[in-house]
Nanobody, 125 residues
Framework: VQLVESGGGLVQPGGSLRLSCAAS????????MSWVRQAPGKGLEWVSE????????YYSDSVKGRFTISSDNDKNTVYLQMNSLKPEDTAVYYC???????????????????WGRGTQVTVSS
């Protein structure tokens, strides 16, 4: 089983990045996929989730209107389009997979079956 994030990097405030998370080793279409971030010295923050059908999604208030989550079941990949980036978006971004529909609302790492290793996003001028 693998979740491999990519697409992070250094971007100026107001810029955009698109993160990808490629899944393998499990039936991607059965899982709810979340993006979770951790800023330096802080705890985990649940950013967004997309359901297993790819037709429903949730966002934290801090990213609503700026970030968009999507998934491609043919490619076993979930994406996070991040626009209007702010310095406070600087964090390591992880993708995580769960068969439990309430995992995102629980905001509990133990509710997830699989985690990626993360990709660094730095927003700075």
């Amino acid at each position: 089983v693998q979740l491999v994030e990519s697409g992070g990097g250094l971007v100026q405030p107001g810029g955009s990045l698109r993160l990808s998370c490629a899944a393998s080793g499990f039936t991607f279409s059965n899982y709810y996929m979340s993006w979770v971030r951790q800023a330096p010295g802080k705890g985990l923050e649940w950013v967004s989730e997309i359901n297993n059908g790819g037709d429903d999604s949730y966002y934290s208030d801090s990213v609503k209107g700026r970030f968009t989550i999507s998934s491609d079941n043919d490619k076993n990949t979930v994406y996070l389009q991040m626009n209007s980036l702010k310095p406070e978006d600087t964090a390591v971004y992880y993708c995580a997979a769960s068969t439990y529909s309430g995992a995102y609302q629980m905001r509990n790492a133990e509710a997830y079956d699989y985690w990626g290793r993360g990709t660094q996003v730095t927003v700075s001028s």
